[in-house]
T-cell receptor, first 118, second 114 residues
Framework: GENVEQHPSTLSVQEGDSAVIKCTYS??????FPWYKQELGKGPQLIID?????GEKKDQRIAVTLNKTAKHFSLHITETQPEDSAVYFC?????????????????FGQGTILTVHP | GAVVSQHPSWVICKSGTSVKIECRSL??????MFWYRQFPKQSLMLMAT?????????EQGVEKDKFLINHASLTLSTLTVTSAHPEDSSFYIC??????????FGPGTRLTVT
């Protein structure tokens, strides 16, 4: 089955700095890579995702890059703010069903505790 | 994004009793719902996948007779923890998806078995 490795496990940055979290996956058939932010005691919140037909996607201060050849993808947060402090999870899945429009099970990375110091 | 709710948000029960957790997709029809368990400071572990109107598919090592899942409609799935024991204490999270890649997660249910 799929295996997702996530690094680092903890990341501490100063407000305004950038933060980068990296994940690698094992199944070359995986084609959907979401990132989730989880605050203490809450469920994960989808913050950005990327499909295997693109190499990069950006949404304001957040960007994700995907290297299919190397089977790794990364989350980039620029101009970090204290409210970005949370646990971030990467995940991977592959589509199932006709037309690639449905989706399969998510395999999660181990999580990264991001702390942004004011 | 889509909204998924869970009820209750937390529950305390005595060992040996059963607890039911509800997961609802509020603004879209969820053809598939997933149930996860998360222990403190750990990642999410998938327990089972349920498709509306059919039996759930359980992950290896998850007891289907202990964790009963029902997905009777496109907006509601339930997880019943039967004969709960202290080791079942955990954070249970559901997610829901429609006909796209995205999965949207509920806020989670904290179960404590005393």
């Amino acid at each position: 089955g799929e295996n997702v490795e996530q690094h680092p496990s903890t990341l501490s940055v100063q407000e305004g700095d950038s933060a980068v979290i990296k994940c690698t996956y094992s199944d070359s058939a995986s084609n959907y890579f979401p990132w989730y932010k989880q605050e203490l005691g809450k469920g994960p919140q989808l913050i950005i995702d990327i499909r295997s037909n693109v190499g990069e996607k950006k949404d304001q201060r957040i960007a994700v890059t995907l290297n299919k050849t190397a089977k790794h993808f990364s989350l980039h947060i620029t101009e970090t703010q204290p409210e970005d402090s949370a646990v971030y999870f990467c995940a991977a899945s592959k589509s199932r069903g006709a037309g690639g429009t449905s989706y399969g099970k998510l395999t999660f990375g181990q999580g990264t505790i991001l702390t942004v110091h004011p | 994004g889509a909204v998924v709710s869970q009820h209750p948000s937390w529950v305390i029960c005595k060992s040996g009793t059963s607890v039911k957790i509800e997961c609802r997709s509020l603004d879209f029809q969820a053809t598939t719902m997933f149930w996860y368990r998360q222990f403190p400071k750990q990642s999410l572990m998938l327990m089972a996948t349920s498709n509306e109107g059919s039996k759930a598919t359980y992950e290896q090592g998850v007891e289907k007779d202990k964790f009963l899942i029902n997905h009777a409609s496109l907006t509601l799935s339930t997880l019943t923890v039967t004969s709960a024991h202290p080791e079942d204490s955990s954070f249970y999270i559901c997610s829901a998806g429609g006909n796209s890649y995205e999965q949207y997660f509920g806020p989670g249910t904290r179960l404590t078995v005393t």
